[in-house]
Every structure is written in structure tokens, then in C-alpha cells.
């Protein structure tokens, strides 16, 4: 084997793992992102739209019943609801995943009308739940616990 075709075995090798670490990534903050939505009815978590080098179409999950009765909220339908969005968004995310290459960009957003108010503000009778931007602030530390992952690969 000559040297460019060493050249070329580490270009791939590079390529791969990189494509592997960016995977782990995207599914580590976005699952963060998921275990953190507050819920309701699932609309929101349900409803994230995720995408590969462009911004995802809405998934098209149907929420659940609402958890609030008045002032009070049910925390089993609200329990209920949250498993089956988080099957749902899982399901979307590790679709999404499997075309995702180092190259790509990798998004992860919602149109849903009151996500702002969940995100910022806080919604009902709850204190804002910061699931992007706790998220956010917590990408080094992801970043150097996949790369250390990486290195038994």
C-alpha cells in the first residue's frame, strides 16, 4: 500500500468517526431537549421538527387529552401523554439520524404557537423549562463525553 492510498484510509477513518461523533451528538442534545419539554397534551415534544441540512416538516403527532382539569393537572395523562410523544420523537430523531454525515447540519425546531412561553416564560402554573437553552450551555461538556466515547470505536 502506496502513500496516497494511506492518505486516503485515514481521510476515510477521520470521515467516519466524525460522522459518528456528530450522530451521538445531535441524539444526545436532542434527547436532552425531549426529556426536558414540558407536557401537556405531548404537543410540543411530539411536534419537533427535525431535519438534515434544512428545516424538518412537522411530524404530524396527534396530542393526547389534556392533563389540566381547572387549576390542577393530572400528572398520570400528563405522564401517559409525555411516553407516547417521547416514542413518537424518538422514533423521528433515530429516522433522521441514519442519513446524518459529518457534513450535515442538524436541526431541531419547532412551529408550535406557545413554545416560546415553555421555553422562556413558563406555562400554566410552571416555571420555564429551558430545554433548549440548558441544552445549550451543556454542548461542551456532550462534546468531549461523545469524543471520549469515541475513542473505543
Known amino acids: 500500500m502506496g502513500f496516497a ?16 461523533l456528530l450522530k451521538n451528538i445531535c441524539e444526545e442534545m436532542a434527547t436532552r431537549i425531549g426529556y426536558r419539554t414540558g407536557v ?20 404530524g403527532f396527534i396530542p393526547g387529552q389534556t392533563a389540566w382539569h381547572g387549576n390542577v393537572k393530572d400528572e398520570t395523562i400528563a405522564e401517559r401523554n409525555r411516553q ?19 457534513f450535515d447540519t442538524f436541526y431541531i425546531d419547532t412551529d408550535v404557537s406557545y413554545a416560546d412561553k415553555v421555553e422562556y416564560i413558563g406555562w400554566k402554573k410552571t416555571p ?26
Open 128 to 153: 420555564p423549562y429551558r430545554m433548549f437553552g440548558r441544552t445549550i450551555v451543556e454542548f461542551e461538556q456532550i462534546l468531549k463525553k461523545k469524543a471520549g466515547e469515541l475513542k473505543d470505536v
Open 5 to 20: 492510498e494511506d492518505i486516503q484510509k485515514f481521510i476515510k477513518k477521520t470521515e467516519n468517526k466524525g460522522t459518528i
Open 84 to 102: 407516547r410523544a417521547l416514542r413518537f420523537f424518538k422514533q423521528n430523531l433515530g429516522e433522521h439520524l441514519t442519513s446524518l454525515t459529518l
Open 40 to 59: 401537556d397534551t405531548g404537543n410540543l415534544l411530539g411536534n419537533y421538527r427535525i431535519g438534515i441540512n434544512s428545516v424538518g416538516m412537522r411530524p
